[in-house]
């Protein structure tokens, strides 16, 4: 499995940004993707989720109504579509394989030691 993110940038308050993971084979056939971040002396937290089994997604509750995630499985790519961001936005994002149904889910404790593939991540920096 390799996982590459690409898309991120500077970006003032109140902009957009979409990020994409290319992944390699036939990885979204077998995997979800769940999409990262963290932050500077934060740790890594869960963001959004696409189910390979069903196509549902999943948002933490930080970025509900503001992110989409969405697949283009002809492009094995992954994309998190982000808006109206704001510095607390800030960090690395990265997208990693996870079950078919998603572990992550939104929840804000899920464990990152159980994610295996991840990508190299993409620096977003949201500030004016």
């Known amino acids: 499995v390799q996982l590459v993110e690409s898309g991120g940038g500077l970006v003032q308050p109140g902009g957009s940004l979409r990020l994409s993971c290319a992944a390699s084979?036939?990885?979204?056939?077998?995997?979800?993707i769940t999409w990262f971040r963290q932050a500077p002396g934060k740790e890594r937290e869960g963001v959004s989720c696409?189910?390979?089994?069903?196509?549902?997604?999943y948002y933490a509750d930080s970025v509900k109504g503001r992110f989409t995630v969405s697949v283009d499985n002809a492009k094995g790519t992954v994309y998190l579509q982000m808006s109206s961001l704001n510095p607390e936005d800030t960090g690395v994002y990265y997208c990693a394989t996870d079950s078919p149904a998603c572990e992550f889910r939104g929840r804000s404790d899920v464990d990152v030691r159980r994610y295996a593939d991840w990508g190299q991540g993409t620096q977003v920096t949201v500030s004016s």
């Open positions: 084979g036939n990885t979204l056939d077998l995997y979800s």
């Open positions: 696409i189910s390979s089994d069903d196509g549902s997604k």
